[in-house]
């Protein structure tokens, strides 16, 4: 059975930062792409950052600079630092574990960025 559990949501001031954590269990979690999305009220999920399991990265333009994803195969684990953060950063965070298009969502995680 695959799980996919996300922890480290938050409350926190813009220019803070956060540490979200994706626990994966029941998967091969080294040759899977792994990746954060998010979504914001009334908005669509977006892409927030995707590593592959050759640890190649991509980001969104939007976090660029700010957020650092990172995986430990392990502990089957993946990671998001996010730093610098903004009142638009505030959304549902969500781990994806991707391989041969077959995805699995965890439940996700709220971060609010808010003065």
């Known amino acids: 059975q695959v799980q996919v559990v996300e922890s480290g949501g938050g409350s926190v001031q813009p220019g803070g930062s956060l540490r979200l954590s994706c626990a994966a269990s029941g998967i091969i979690f080294s040759a899977y792409t792994m990746a954060w999305y998010r979504q914001a009220p009334g908005k669509q999920r977006e892409l927030v950052a995707r590593?592959?399991?050759?640890?190649?990265?991509v980001y969104a333009d939007s976090v660029k600079g700010r957020f650092t994803i990172s995986r430990d195969n392990a502990k089957n684990m993946l990671y998001l630092q996010m730093n610098s953060l903004e009142p638009e950063d505030t959304a549902v965070y969500y781990c994806?574990?991707?391989?041969?298009?077959?995805?699995?969502w965890g439940q996700g995680t709220q971060v609010t960025v808010s003065s």
């Open positions: 590593i592959f399991s050759d640890d190649s990265i």
């Open positions: 994806d574990a991707n391989r041969f298009s077959i995805s699995y």
